[in-house]
Structure formats: structure tokens, C-alpha cells
């Protein structure tokens, strides 16, 4: 029996010598840059009994793994197509089992570096609709964040609260209705200050023709983002296919006798105006929220489209006439070149407050029927 216990113990001392071998072989191997010999190692010591809950086994398999996602040679990257989420499980099992804080230093700036790879991983798999893949990268990326130690993951704007909004939008991309929706909620819940969430939630409770639930996001949206036109716009869409406009212009009204230096309420009953085919009064409130904002950008942009718009549909018209309506080609020009005179203030306005290129188009194609060439290149 003796010899029996003897020889167990004998061919556990040298499985285990033997698996120690194996982490000192991988620094050896990675030294010396033989990474698939390296990457075998880190392998067969990350799953062994006796090394599997050995930090220093981690911060070398977190090293050989960084070493070959990050290196030059594509044939060098191409032995391990995981190697980056591979090695920041690494670096986080490596700190995770450091009890004494032995190998603190020596992980926490690679866990980083590898953090940032990691979220760039994660982009790529979403790209290539690999979507499980992706997950699990966020994943990881949520399981480094408490040894984020100097807050350098946090700086690369790697956060609990980003990760949730990164995880919303890929389950979005993948057409995954109810983890979307699930995440969208989670979002919500937390407060997350992104209007992409309620004007992506609308849209898809629209396909789903919900408009209940779509009509609840927008208030809730509005509470955040009282502003936000695309919000509004659905909005009003809304009450224009129920053909409840009138109700909504008669809420509008209500609250500007209440508040009649809201800018914000003179602009939204202005574009209820505008759907509904009022272009007088549409005018009038556009042009009543910019004399209370006059450095108001968006308004100042659906006030410039507003003639833009105009200009095109007189344009329109223009080219449908036949060639002996004189009168009316002459009366239509005129209304083109009045039109998109009074659109370009207002354009510019907007460009000087965000140099969004749909106002620049906008402002070069204005100019460019004008005949202002020089002006026009200007925003080509």
C-alpha cells in the first residue's frame, strides 16, 4: 500500500514539475518568439489542475497571446484569430487569482492595451455578423472593468454603462427584437443619455406597427431630449395618420398660452404646421422661435429648408411647364431665386453653429442656382 501511495504521489510531483516546465517553457518560448510553441504551453497549462489557478501561468498566457494579436506578421496572427479576447481573459484571471499582489503592475497596463483591442475585436465581429463572438468580447470587456485600476479602460471610454449601450445596439444590428428591447429597457432604466435608443425604439415598434409603444418612447425620449426633431417629427407623423392633428395643435396652442416664450413649442407647432400642409403659419412659428432663440440650430436649419424646399417646388413646376407659359416661367423663377435668397441666411446660421454636411449641401446647391459660383465653392 505504501508503495502504491508512494508511487501516486511520485507521478503527481512530476505531472506537476511537468506543468510548472510548461509556464517557464512559455516564457521561454515567447522570448524567443516562437509563438505557436508558446501559444501550446499557455494551452496545456491553462486547464491543468495544477497550474489552471496560477497567476503568474496567466500573465504569461496574457503576454503570449498579446504578442501574437499585436504582431506585425500576419502569418504570426493568423495562429490564433482569437488571441485578443484570449488574452485579456488572461490578464483578468491573472488578477483575479493574485492574492498576494504579486503580478498587479505587470497586468494591470497590458490589461489596458488589451481592453482596447478587445472593444475593437468586438467591432469586427460585429461587422462580420458574428455576433456570438462580439458578445462575448463585451463581455469580457465587463469582467476587466474592476481591475481597471488607474481608470485607462475607462479613459478609452470602456464603461459598465457603455458596454450595456454597446450590447443594445448590437443585438439591434443582429435583429434581435427582444434582446433589444431588453437592453433598450435597461438603457432606460439606468438613464443613459443617448437619443439613439428612443428614435431606434420607435422605429422598430413602428415596423411592429405598435404605435402605442412607440408613442411611449417618444415621451419618454422628450424628457431627455425635449429638442430632438426627429423624435417630434415621428410624433407628429403619428397624429397625422390617426388624424388627430388638430388634437395635437390644439395641445400645442394650450401649452404656448401657458408659455409663450418657448422657443422650443413655437418651432414643434411649426412643423405640425408644415406636415399638415399650412406653409403660412409654419413660416409664422419657425420664424417666432428664432426671435426668441435667434442662435437656435435646428431652426434655424428647418426654417432654411423651409425655403429651400419651396425654391425646389417652384423649380419643379418650372420644368414642367410647357415653353409658351411665359408668364408663369417668369413668376416661377422668381419665386426659385426669392426662395433660396431667403434659405441661405438661415443655412448658414446653422453651419456656423455645426458644420453638419447636409447644410453645407444644401447652402452650395442655394448659391449654385443663384449663380453665385464663388460663394458656392465655398462649401463644396
Given at each position: 500500500?505504501?508503495k502504491i501511495i508512494?508511487?501516486?504521489?511520485?507521478?503527481?510531483?512530476a505531472?506537476?514539475f511537468?506543468q510548472s516546465?510548461q509556464?517557464?517553457?512559455?516564457?521561454n518560448?515567447?522570448?524567443?518568439?516562437e509563438?505557436?510553441?508558446?501559444?501550446?504551453?499557455?494551452?496545456a497549462a491553462?486547464?491543468?489542475?495544477?497550474?489552471k489557478?496560477?497567476?503568474?501561468?496567466?500573465?504569461?498566457?496574457?503576454n503570449?497571446?498579446k504578442a501574437?494579436?499585436?504582431?506585425?506578421s500576419?502569418?504570426v496572427r493568423?495562429?490564433?484569430?482569437?488571441?485578443?479576447e484570449?488574452a485579456?481573459?488572461?490578464y483578468?484571471?491573472?488578477l483575479?487569482?493574485?492574492?498576494?499582489?504579486?503580478?498587479?503592475?505587470?497586468?494591470?497596463g497590458?490589461?489596458?492595451?488589451?481592453?482596447?483591442?478587445t472593444?475593437?475585436k468586438?467591432n469586427?465581429y460585429k461587422?462580420?455578423k458574428?455576433f456570438d463572438?462580439?458578445i462575448?468580447c463585451l463581455?469580457?470587456?465587463?469582467?476587466?472593468l474592476?481591475?481597471?485600476?488607474d481608470q485607462?479602460?475607462?479613459?478609452?471610454?470602456i464603461t459598465k454603462e457603455?458596454?450595456?449601450?454597446?450590447k443594445?445596439?448590437?443585438?439591434?444590428?443582429?435583429?434581435?427584437?427582444?434582446?433589444?428591447?431588453?437592453?433598450?429597457n435597461?438603457?432606460i432604466?439606468?438613464?443613459y443619455k443617448?437619443?439613439k435608443?428612443?428614435?431606434?425604439?420607435?422605429?422598430?415598434?413602428?415596423?411592429d406597427k405598435?404605435?402605442?409603444?412607440?408613442l411611449?418612447y417618444?415621451?419618454k425620449?422628450?424628457?431627455?431630449?425635449?429638442d430632438?426633431?426627429t423624435?417630434?417629427g415621428?410624433e407628429?407623423d403619428?397624429?397625422l395618420?390617426?388624424k388627430k392633428i388638430n388634437?395635437?395643435?390644439?395641445?400645442l396652442n394650450?401649452?404656448?398660452d401657458l408659455a409663450?416664450?418657448?422657443e422650443?413649442l413655437?418651432?414643434?407647432?411649426g412643423q405640425?404646421y408644415?406636415?399638415s400642409?399650412?406653409?403660412v403659419n409654419?413660416?409664422k412659428e419657425?420664424?417666432?422661435?428664432?426671435e426668441?432663440?435667434?442662435d437656435?440650430?435646428i431652426?434655424n436649419?428647418?426654417l432654411?429648408?423651409?425655403?429651400?424646399n419651396l425654391?425646389?417646388?417652384?423649380?419643379?413646376k418650372?420644368?414642367?411647364l410647357?415653353p409658351?407659359?411665359?408668364?408663369?416661367?417668369?413668376?416661377?423663377?422668381?419665386?426659385i431665386i426669392?426662395n433660396f435668397?431667403k434659405?441661405?441666411p438661415?443655412l448658414?446660421k446653422?453651419?456656423?453653429t455645426?458644420?453638419?454636411?447636409?447644410y453645407?449641401?444644401?447652402?452650395?446647391?442655394?448659391?449654385?442656382r443663384?449663380?453665385?459660383?464663388?460663394?458656392?465653392l465655398?462649401?463644396?
Amino acid at each position: 500500500m505504501k508503495k502504491i501511495i508512494l508511487f501516486l504521489f511520485i507521478s503527481y510531483s512530476a505531472l506537476s514539475f511537468s506543468q510548472s516546465m510548461q509556464v517557464q517553457n512559455m516564457f521561454n518560448y515567447l522570448r524567443n518568439k516562437e509563438y505557436e510553441k508558446a501559444k501550446s504551453s499557455a494551452d496545456a497549462a491553462s486547464i491543468h489542475e495544477t497550474t489552471k489557478l496560477s497567476s503568474k501561468m496567466w500573465l504569461y498566457r496574457g503576454n503570449v497571446y498579446k504578442a501574437i494579436y499585436s504582431d506585425t506578421s500576419k502569418k504570426v496572427r493568423d495562429i490564433d484569430l482569437a488571441a485578443e479576447e484570449k488574452a485579456l481573459e488572461a490578464y483578468i484571471n491573472c488578477l483575479k487569482y493574485d492574492k498576494d499582489v504579486i503580478y498587479k503592475e505587470d497586468a494591470k497596463g497590458p490589461l489596458v492595451l488589451t481592453a482596447a483591442a478587445t472593444r475593437n475585436k468586438s467591432n469586427y465581429y460585429k461587422q462580420n455578423k458574428e455576433f456570438d463572438n462580439a458578445i462575448y468580447c463585451l463581455e469580457l470587456l465587463e469582467l476587466s472593468l474592476p481591475f481597471d485600476f488607474d481608470q485607462g479602460i475607462k479613459r478609452n471610454n470602456i464603461t459598465k454603462e457603455k458596454l450595456l449601450f454597446d450590447k443594445f445596439d448590437l443585438y439591434k444590428f443582429a435583429a434581435n427584437k427582444s434582446k433589444t428591447i431588453e437592453y433598450a429597457n435597461k438603457l432606460i432604466e439606468a438613464n443613459y443619455k443617448d437619443s439613439k435608443i428612443y428614435t431606434d425604439m420607435v422605429k422598430i415598434s413602428l415596423m411592429d406597427k405598435d404605435t402605442s409603444a412607440a408613442l411611449s418612447y417618444i415621451e419618454k425620449g422628450k424628457i431627455m431630449f425635449e429638442d430632438n426633431m426627429t423624435l417630434i417629427g415621428t410624433e407628429i407623423d403619428i397624429f397625422l395618420a390617426r388624424k388627430k392633428i388638430n388634437e395635437l395643435k390644439d395641445k400645442l396652442n394650450k401649452a404656448i398660452d401657458l408659455a409663450p416664450d418657448n422657443e422650443l413649442l413655437h418651432a414643434v407647432l411649426g412643423q405640425v404646421y408644415e406636415k399638415s400642409g399650412d406653409l403660412v403659419n409654419s413660416e409664422k412659428e419657425y420664424l417666432k422661435a428664432l426671435e426668441i432663440k435667434p442662435d437656435y440650430e435646428i431652426i434655424n436649419f428647418k426654417l432654411g429648408a423651409f425655403y429651400f424646399n419651396l425654391a425646389a417646388e417652384f423649380n419643379k413646376k418650372l420644368n414642367d411647364l410647357p415653353p409658351k407659359e411665359t408668364v408663369k416661367s417668369k413668376d416661377y423663377n422668381e419665386k426659385i431665386i426669392d426662395n433660396f435668397k431667403k434659405a441661405i441666411p438661415f443655412l448658414e446660421k446653422a453651419f456656423e453653429t455645426n458644420p453638419d454636411k447636409a447644410y453645407k449641401q444644401r447652402i452650395f446647391q442655394a448659391y449654385s442656382r443663384l449663380g453665385e459660383t464663388e460663394k458656392a465653392l465655398k462649401y463644396k
